[in-house]
């Protein structure tokens, strides 16, 4: 498992020469409170965010909740949600390591054979990661939908810059991605 640090070092020493991008590491320290209350705003709000993401899944295809659907009985919607919750807090890991490849080595790597393997369906898989990536997103802004949210709505109250932290939204979308493409 790599960081930002070590991904550095590795890829200095893979062409033998002295670590040189340090401008890109003092960029990752002087946000680095940033980037905690980012993975703070994701961590605090996980079941919420999980269980978000799998009942809209299940509303939009009500056949997984069905006999002979891939969450049902309750064991497999059991299942579901708790991998739900695994792939969120790989995610976490890499936004705070600022690498993807604790989320690749531990938790992606052999992931679709697997599902293949058990007839989890990855495209129903691929629509709650890609609801988990949009509420992800609104709760690192610090910007839930109250419409969406209502009663529920919840707000961190960290300070908000001015650009909502967009390049901590878009490196913790790229990771969402790669789950997709993982699944895809
Ligand atoms: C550390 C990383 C890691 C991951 C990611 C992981 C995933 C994982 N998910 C599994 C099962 C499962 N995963 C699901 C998930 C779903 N079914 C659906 O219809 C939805 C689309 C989806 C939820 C979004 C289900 C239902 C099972 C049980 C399948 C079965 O036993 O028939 C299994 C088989 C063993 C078990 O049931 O516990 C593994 C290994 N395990 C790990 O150790």
New binding site residues.
């Given amino acids: 498992m790599l960081d930002a640090f070590s991904r550095s070092v590795v890829s200095a020493d893979s062409s033998t020469a002295a670590v040189s991008d340090l401008q890109k590491l003092r960029d990752f320290v002087s946000s680095g409170n940033r980037r905690l209350d980012a993975v703070n705003a994701i961590a605090s709000n996980a079941s919420c965010i999980v269980s978000d993401?799998?009942a809209g899944?299940i509303c939009e295809n009500q056949s997984?909740i069905q006999a002979g659907?891939?969450?049902y009985p309750n064991?497999?919607?059991a299942?579901?949600?708790?991998?739900?919750e695994?792939?969120l807090r790989?995610v976490t890991y890499a936004l705070l390591a600022g690498d993807a490849s604790v989320l690749d080595d531990?938790?992606?790597n052999g992931?679709k054979e697997?599902?293949a393997a058990?007839?989890?369906?990855?495209s129903?898989?691929v629509?709650?990661?890609q609801i988990m990536k949009a509420s992800s997103s609104a709760h690192i802004q610090d910007n839930p939908s109250e419409a969406r949210a209502g009663k529920r709505l919840r707000k961190m109250g960290t300070p908000v810059v001015e650009d909502r932290c967009a390049s901590l939204v878009a490196e913790a979308g790229s990771y969402f991605d790669r789950v997709i493409a993982a699944l895809s």
């Fill in positions: 993401a799998i899944m997984l659907g891939n969450c064991r497999r919607m299942a579901c949600l708790r991998d739900g695994i792939i790989y531990r938790c992606l992931l697997t599902y058990l007839g989890v369906p990855t129903s898989t629509r709650a990661v």
